[in-house]
């Protein structure tokens, strides 16, 4: 299972960008999928996570800020991001919980990252 994220670049403070994370491979079913952040010299943090049935999470930090959705027919998650501040400056990697062709458990799977710069 590979996952490709597109969307990252550099955007003005009070900017917004779309990220895209689409997934491919042996997959059956893809249960939650995650978009996490890591900045230099941080822990890698989750920014939102949604369920396969839309229930979505969000860090503190993002809330009303962030959306996060998905195309399960086209096994995608995507991040609105908007009212961008400097401290959203990350690369953001998406993940998620597959159940792959031919087996009953699931597998988590994680994407090269994009990197997102928001200028102040």
């Known amino acids: 299972v590979q996952l490709q994220a597109f969307g990252g670049g550099l955007v003005q403070a009070g900017g917004s960008l779309r990220l895209s994370c689409a997934a491919s491979g042996s997959i059956f079913r893809i249960n939650a999928m995650t978009w996490h952040r890591q900045a230099p010299g941080k822990q890698r943090e989750l920014v939102a996570e949604?369920?396969?049935?839309?229930?979505?999470n969000y860090a503190d930090s993002v809330k009303g800020r962030f959306t996060i959705s998905r195309d399960n027919a086209k096994s995608t998650v995507y991040l609105q991001m908007n009212s961008l501040k400097a401290e959203d400056t990350a690369v953001y990697s998406c993940g998620c919980a597959v159940q792959r062709e031919g087996t009953w458990w699931l597998s988590h799977y994680w994407g090269q990252g994009t990197q997102v710069t928001v200028s102040s």
């Open positions: 949604i369920t396969r049935d839309g229930i979505t």
